[in-house]
């Protein structure tokens, strides 16, 4: 039985021995496999990397911001500033734009139309940015439209001007004359009964402009202007003009006088005994923002024509009014030019989106099909002028620096570029006539 036994434990040891070989060799197996499957892995998660990154572009979109931070329309200005920065933001938080973080180059205009076209080179030059965002004077824009057609880009222009222009390579988000300037004269004819109008404005190409579309309008309304007067731009010397005033007694003064020159003149005319009862103010270039600069006594009673003010009652500027002041001071209003920019940014960002591409030709084109529903209302891009239909409203000052909406269409007006009172043909003479005139500039010398 010893034997027996012994034999037994031998063939136990032997595949014992065999069965702890072959689990050594399947465990070698198992790791080379394992280790295979790793290698594998790894090669494919490079090779994907590798291939997204040629076939993917994950660098930020890039875009420029041109508005003046200095000199005399900077009082106007920083807050487009402002409101662009926070619909960037907002889009930003919300993933940015095709997996893409957007960012953006602030440049300073500084009041200076040269100045604008230097820098507007020099975001598309050097910065390469995919559209700019800027101007708030037509000077300015003026200035760098041919910078802008030089290098077949895009600029989007957020402010109500005097039309009468039209280029493929701007997208106009604000008013149109007929969008702010023909409806206020029509309802100071109609509801302010005024039939002597006084025209005053800063001496370059918007307001003069402006004046010229406002004359024709008084001639087919049979009402008179009785004054005309030019303040230099920049300048807070407005005797002679509100001398002119007190010495015509017009019905109303129609003001396109802009920047530090505004307030200056409301605040003289207050000075001299001029009240709203008497011979009220309509402004085109005053907004809440603005009027937050100064004692408002001067501007209490007046008049300003907008598509936007910040008392709208409606949830999307409840909305917007909200997230800016979260963002920037709850002491800090909204106004039309603050939302016509942030407007500009999320139609931009709409046709970005909807190109799939920030390249500037693609975006520009798409851009012509963008609408959104605004703080002021249903906007939209007018794919043939590349203007954007916006109500429009007007509206009185009140003592805290906001408005009352006395009238307003309510739903979005076409733009009209080229007012009907000319052809387009004489319109274009009278802009190149102004600018040969001052000696190849956009303002007076």
């Known amino acids: ?255 396109s006088v802009v920047g530090d020159s505004a307030l200056a003149l409301a605040s003289r005319l207050y000075e001299a005994g001029v009240r709203s009862e008497q011979i009220p103010l309509l402004t085109f270039a005053l907004g809440e923002d603005e009027l937050r600069a100064m004692a408002r006594d001067a501007f209490t009673g007046n008049y300003a024509a907008w598509n936007y003010f910040q008392s709208i009652d409606r949830p999307e500027n409840a909305t917007f009014v909200a997230a800016f002041k979260a963002r920037y001071g709850n002491d800090r209003p909204t106004s039309d030019v603050m939302s016509t920019a942030y407007n500009s940014v999320m139609l931009w960002a709409q046709a970005v989106r909807e190109a799939n591409t920030s390249d500037v030709r693609q975006v520009r084109y798409a851009m012509r099909h963008q609408s959104m529903n605004a703080p002021e209302g249903i906007i939209a891009v007018d794919a043939e002028t590349q203007h954007t239909w916006r109500p429009v409203s007007i509206g009185r000052i009140r003592p805290d620096g906001q408005f009352d909406i006395v009238w307003t269409t309510k739903t979005a007006v076409r733009p009209v570029p080229f007012p009907m009172s000319r052809s387009r043909a004489q319109w274009e003479k009278f802009v190149q006539d102004l600018y040969r005139g001052w000696g190849n500039r956009w303002a007076a010398p």
Not at 70 to 80: F, I, L, N
Not at 125 to 134: E, H, L
Not at 156 to 181: C, D, F, H, K, V
Not at 195 to 217: E, H, K, M, T
């Open 1 to 255: 039985m010893a034997r027996s036994t012994g034999s037994i434990s031998r063939c136990s040891c032997r595949r014992g021995l065999r069965e702890a070989t072959r689990s050594g060799i399947n465990l070698t197996v198992i790791t080379r496999r394992v280790l295979w499957c790793a290698l594998v892995g790894f090669v494919a998660l490079v090779a994907w990397k590798t291939l997204d990154g040629l076939l993917v572009d994950r660098s930020p979109i890039i875009v420029g911001i041109l508005h003046s931070q200095t000199g005399p329309m900077a009082v106007s200005e920083k807050s487009m500033i402002d409101a662009e920065v926070l619909a960037l933001e907002e889009i930003n938080s919300a993933g940015g734009l095709l997996g893409r973080r957007v960012e953006w180059v602030i440049a300073d205009g500084a009041s200076d139309w040269p100045t604008f076209a230097q820098q507007a080179e020099r975001l598309i030059r050097d910065n390469r940015v995919c559209a700019v965002f800027g101007c708030w004077t037509s000077a300015s824009r003026k200035s760098v439209l041919p910078v802008f057609e030089k290098n077949d880009h895009l600029l989007i222009y957020p402010m109500a001007y005097e039309g009468l222009e039209q280029s493929r390579n701007i997208i106009y988000t604000g008013a149109a004359p007929n969008q702010q300037i023909t409806p206020a004269v029509q309802w100071c004819h109609e509801t302010l009964g005024a039939r002597r109008f006084f025209l005053v404005g800063s001496d370059y190409i918007w307001p003069r402009c402006v004046n010229a579309i406002i004359s024709d309008q008084l001639a087919g309304l049979g009402a008179q202007r009785v004054g005309e007067e030019y303040i230099r731009f920049g300048s807070t010397d407005v005797d002679a003009a509100v001398r002119n005033i007190l010495a015509a007694k017009p019905d109303v003064v129609l003001s």
